[in-house]
């Protein structure tokens, strides 16, 4: 059976129109990097390889609105000193939970009542 025009113009159209993922890079973490000439870079560490670190020279606020910033490529023979930073999310949030946690105890309080944070200190 010979492919007809229709059924070879579809199958091109199909391959041309079809939707392709961009391949987004994450970013792996904070990374503050010294070069042997003293020149110090903040930024977000984007890929490493044996010999080489590329750093995206920004926020990541920056890089979530999509700024378009040329990563940096260090060599091994340009460092001098890495540090990474983890995010500290999981802190962040444990300390707004904790704060959150204990407002009710301190506003819910009025001078005559004996209970929230008068009653915890009486009772030790």
């Known amino acids: 059976m010979k492919p007809t025009f229709t059924t070879i113009f579809l199958l091109i159209s199909a391959y041309l129109f079809a939707q392709q993922e961009e391949q987004k890079i ?33 926020k990541m606020s920056y890089w979530n609105k999509g700024k378009k910033y040329d990563g940096v490529v260090f060599g091994c023979s ?4 890495i540090t990474l930073k983890k995010n500290t999310r999981v802190m ?9 946690g204990t407002l009710p105890l301190l506003a819910g309080h009025s001078p005559d009542d004996k209970s929230g944070i ?6 030790n």
Do not use: F, W
């Not at 990374?31 to 010999?51: P, R, Y």
């Open 78 to 81: 340009r460092i001098k000193k």
């Open 92 to 100: 962040k949030g444990m300390l707004i939970g904790a704060v959150i």
């Open 118 to 123: 008068d009653a915890l200190m009486q009772s």
């Open 26 to 58: 994450k970013p792996i973490c904070r990374i503050h990097v010294t070069t042997m000439q003293e020149n110090k870079m903040k930024g977000l560490l984007l890929a490493t390889s044996d010999s080489l670190l590329i750093v995206y020279p920004g």
